[in-house]
């Protein structure tokens, strides 16, 4: 049975910055995007960064960011132990939310999700 287990959520001033860590145990197939989603209070889920296998090509991937953390933002993984990170620079209150990562599977087709890990910044 696959989980994914997230780390390093909590409470930063403004300005600061959190590391958030995503590890995939168990049997998981093939994986060509993993990501990272936050959902604010009162708000829906929405997609905060991805990184993406290109088709055809080996470990050449393309990252893709929400317009709101841009430059602030950077997801990376370790694709041996089926981990992805997001390094989160200058948070503003803005960011604050449950966020969770997401990695799809391509054989057979799934997607699985973490349990979500609070980050909370105060202004």
């Known amino acids: 049975q696959v989980q994914l287990v997230e780390s390093g959520g909590g409470l930063v001033q403004a300005g600061g910055s959190l590391r958030l860590s995503c590890a995939a145990s168990g049997s998981i197939g093939s994986i060509d995007e993993m990501g990272w989603h936050r959902q604010a209070p009162g708000k829906q889920r929405e997609l905060v960064a991805s990184?993406?296998?290109?088709?055809?090509?080996?470990?050449?991937?393309?990252?893709k960011y929400a317009d709101s953390v841009k430059g602030r933002f950077t997801i990376s993984k370790d694709g041996a132990k089926n981990t992805v990170f997001l390094q989160m620079n200058s948070l503003k209150p803005d960011d604050t939310g449950v966020y969770y990562c997401?990695?799809?599977?391509?054989?057979?087709?799934?997607?699985?999700w973490g349990q979500g890990t609070q980050v909370t910044v105060s202004s």
């Open positions: 990184i993406t296998k290109i088709a055809g090509q080996t470990n050449i991937y393309y990252t």
């Open positions: 997401n990695i799809h599977q391509t054989t057979p087709e799934y997607d699985y």
